[in-house]
């Protein structure tokens, strides 16, 4: 028999079946139907299982299927979203009504006919319950929190010395935990010394680490080869290779005494994970994040900071030091400068020496001293 050509639904191959619970039959091959099509799309599967867990507490929310969805029950989740005890951020909902969105869209495609199958058997059809009168638009570039900023340098300065302090304490009092201790203070430090992401740190091995042949002075650490970059559009991550700059050379230093001496201490293999436990397992996203907090308020820093400040000043001081706008997003990995620029927060030193150079260009006199950069 021909195929219709208006197009097939996963239950098409099912039309005589008739399960104890329809509705939640018919949702889940909706789910699972929505899985495929992104998954043939190149979609990772974490980010398809994300999508999907919106969806479900989208559903649950509402308490009816997508075919008794409508606009109102998006505006009633969209209002529990933002008042309950930790309101969640423009950013978030916005994520939750494009997820929504796309949902929907996929089950009013005619190519599935999820609209006639509903129909048949419940007497309604999906929807789309997103339109521009019901849902965030996207007004600035940045909306994260305010207090979202880069360290100063006496913050990096006090954080990783509050860090290196931690060692020194726990072998003065011969207690176990220095190894441990130096591990998350070379942890931080390449973070900010590379302009890393958490996971990006987290998944480096030992041989992602390279030498820079035009920089033979950093050695076997002149570069880092990052695989598990954060991918767009629900790509998988995306690789990129990160070179160690002069300005924060000591990290070569610190790369050598964790790997040379305090590394084998945790394993007798030469190979594998940067970053160890004592049970030689790879350091979880969740204790690089409870590590900082500790670390951050024993330097008296404000609490709104997070590991992704370290990424922030990174950024920040590259473009203070003189570094061209395209290099700096070639080593932060942003597909767009527009991304760089966000993450900028350049500081007052950085902007004198710019009003010098243009106090010197346009009056001369004693600031053409001052004038270079």
């Not at 003065?172 to 998350?184: I, V």
């Not at 001496?261 to 994970?273: D, E, K, L, V, Y």
Request: glycine fraction near 8%; proline fraction near 5%.
């Amino acid at each position: 028999m021909a195929q219709d050509p208006r197009g097939v639904s996963p239950l098409r191959q099912l039309r005589n079946v008739r399960a104890l619970d329809e509705g939640r039959f018919v949702f889940e091959a909706m789910l699972s139907g929505w899985a495929d099509q992104q998954s043939s799309r190149g979609l990772a599967e974490r980010t398809i299982g994300s999508r999907e867990l919106v969806i479900r507490r989208f559903e649950e929310f509402a308490g009816r299927y997508p075919w008794e969805w409508s606009p109102g029950d998006l505006e009633d989740y969209t209002t529990q979203a933002k008042s309950r005890q930790r309101p969640a951020t423009p950013s978030t909902i916005r994520g939750y009504h494009s997820i929504i969105r796309l949902f929907c869209d996929y089950l009013t495609d005619p190519r599935y006919r999820w609209v006639a199958d509903c129909e048949e058997r419940f007497g309604s059809a999906p929807q789309q319950v997103c339109h521009e009168w019901n849902t965030l638009a996207h007004l600035v570039d940045y909306e994260g929190r305010p207090q979202r900023r880069a360290l100063t340098y006496d913050e990096i300065e006090q954080f990783f010395t509050v860090a290196d302090r931690r060692v020194e304490t726990i072998l003065q009092r011969g207690r176990k935990g220095a190894l441990a201790a130096l591990r998350d203070s070379q942890i931080f430090k390449m973070i900010y010394a590379y302009g890393l992401r958490r996971a990006e740190a987290v998944g480096l091995d030992v041989a992602d680490l390279r030498p820079n042949g035009v920089a033979p002075r950093f050695g076997r650490f002149g570069a880092v080869d990052v695989r598990w970059g954060k991918g767009a559009q629900g790509s998988g991550p995306r690789r990129r290779s990160v070179l160690t700059i002069p300005e924060l050379d000591w990290i070569t230093e610190g790369l050598a005494q964790w790997i040379d001496h305090a590394r084998p201490r945790f394993t007798a293999g030469s190979a594998g994970p940067l970053w160890l436990t004592e049970r030689g397992t790879r350091v979880s996203l969740r204790y690089i994040d409870l590590r900082f907090a500790q670390l951050r308020d024993e330097a008296e820093l404000p609490s709104e900071l997070s590991v992704h400040a370290l990424r922030h000043t990174y950024v920040t001081n590259l473009i203070e030091w003189g570094y061209a706008e395209k290099f700096v997003q070639d080593q932060v990995g942003h597909a767009y400068a527009s991304t760089t620029a966000i993450y900028t927060s350049v500081g007052d030193d950085f902007k004198n020496r710019m009003i010098n150079r243009a106090l010197s260009r346009i009056y001369g006199g004693p600031h053409a001293e001052d004038s270079r950069p």
